[in-house]
């Protein structure tokens, strides 16, 4: 009795350290990039830095506006998300119900290979077929641009927003449904109006899930969406938040160095910002 009470209490600090690790880590990077970041911010001017329209890290007077990577982060994930939580969601509610056992396997194993691919596979993948089939279809000088880049990461956020949201499906009890169809609902009446509301905090960890992997990708983007610090345009050659750090870290040094720290940290209070505000919605909707 006394060593299983030894044991829990050893295992319950494993768990506790863990935990705290976690949340350290998460305290770390957080503060890094703040005493990392706030310096430029300072120097070049929060209204100058955050609303300039003009990025010039080289020049011999140098800009340091990164209007266009944030409004080209926000277009971008926002049509990575519109193309591509919708038809994860759907597939995700095919397979978790809908499919027979063969079919959902095979589809199964698609998704996971889907989410195993690397980055620069995409990004490859992107330039070499999808860039030029966009300069071609709609005939513009350049296929490299807003519009690939939405393209490959609405692809890529699927693994994500599909896996998430059938395990929240096949976590409603079957009793709901059961209850649904003896009442006269058909099942996909079943699946919409009963499954889905059930497992709505899933459904909307898988939608965080995608928004996250969508405004965070660098490497996949870069390769496809031109990395020019334009002001976005559908067809335009633009830069993303992350792009903009990727392309410069390497040789960067003094005001440009600690600019683009202050970028990363500003992609940081995006993801935080998006979280917590589904947070509030999940947390309003609940009470």
Do not use: C
């Not at 982060?73 to 995700?92: E, H, K, Q």
């Amino acid at each position: 009795m006394l060593k299983n009470k030894v044991l829990e209490r050893a295992i319950h600090g494993v768990f506790l350290i863990l935990g705290l690790l976690t949340v350290g880590s998460v305290l770390l990077i957080t503060v890094y990039l703040i005493i990392s970041g706030l310096p430029a911010i300072i120097e070049i001017g929060p209204i100058d830095f955050l609303f300039g329209r003009k990025w010039a890290s080289t020049a011999a007077e140098p800009s340091y506006g990164i209007l266009p990577f944030i409004l080209t982060s926000i277009y971008g994930t926002a049509g990575a998300v519109l193309i591509g939580v919708p038809i994860g969601f759907l597939t995700a509610v095919y397979l978790a119900k809908a499919a027979d056992s063969r079919v959902k396997r095979i589809m199964m194993e698609a998704v996971s290979l889907l989410a195993g691919i690397p980055s620069v596979v995409y990004g490859l993948v992107g330039m070499l077929v999808l860039v030029p089939g966009v300069k071609n279809i709609f005939g513009i000088p350049d296929g490299a641009g807003l519009f690939s880049a939405i393209i490959v990461l609405s692809v890529m956020i699927l693994p994500s927003v599909i896996k998430v949201s059938m395990t929240s499906l096949e976590a409603v009890p079957k009793e709901y449904e059961d209850a649904s169809l003896a009442l006269g609902a058909t099942p996909t009446e079943t699946y919409f109006r009963v499954s889905v509301p059930a497992a709505k905090s899933g459904i909307a960890a898988a939608v965080v899930l995608g928004v996250g992997r969508a405004i965070g990708e660098a490497m996949a983007v870069m390769m496809v969406a031109g990395n020019a610090p334009n002001m976005p345009g559908l067809f335009e050659s633009v830069r993303f938040l992350t792009t903009a750090v990727a392309s410069e870290m390497s040789y960067s040094s003094g005001l440009q160095q600690q600019a683009l720290f202050s970028i990363a940290l500003v992609l940081f209070l995006f993801i935080m910002l998006i979280n917590a505000a589904l947070n509030f919605f999940l947390k309003k909707e609940r009470e």
